[in-house]
C-alpha cells in the first residue's frame, strides 16, 4: 500500500470544508431561531407594559381601604 502525499492533503482540505459547511449551517439556524423569537418577546414585553401596576388597588382590594371605598367602586363598575 503505498502513501501518496496528495491523498492526506486532500482529506484535510475535505474535512476543514466540511467543519466550514457545519459551522454555516448551525449559523443559520441560530438566526433564523432567533427571528422567529423576537416577535414573542416583543409581545411579552407590550403584555407588561398594558399590566396593571397595582391590580389589587384596581380591583378595591388592596388592603386599607375600607368597606365604603369598596361599595363605591363596585358601584363604578359596570
Given amino acids: 500500500m503505498p502513501h501518496r502525499t496528495g491523498t492526506t492533503a486532500q482529506r484535510v482540505r475535505i474535512g476543514l470544508t466540511g467543519l466550514a459547511f457545519a459551522f454555516l449551517l448551525v449559523l443559520l ?3 433564523v431561531s432567533r427571528s422567529g423569537s423576537d416577535a414573542n ?4 414585553a407590550n403584555e407588561e407594559t398594558n ?3 397595582e391590580p389589587l388597588a384596581e380591583l378595591g382590594v388592596a388592603p ?3 368597606e365604603s371605598e369598596n361599595a363605591e367602586e363596585a358601584k363604578k363598575q359596570p
Avoid: E
Avoid at 41 to 44: A, D, G, K, L, Q
Fill in 64 to 66: 386599607g381601604s375600607s
Fill in 41 to 44: 418577546s416583543v409581545t411579552i
Fill in 51 to 53: 399590566m396593571p401596576n
Fill in 29 to 31: 439556524g441560530s438566526i
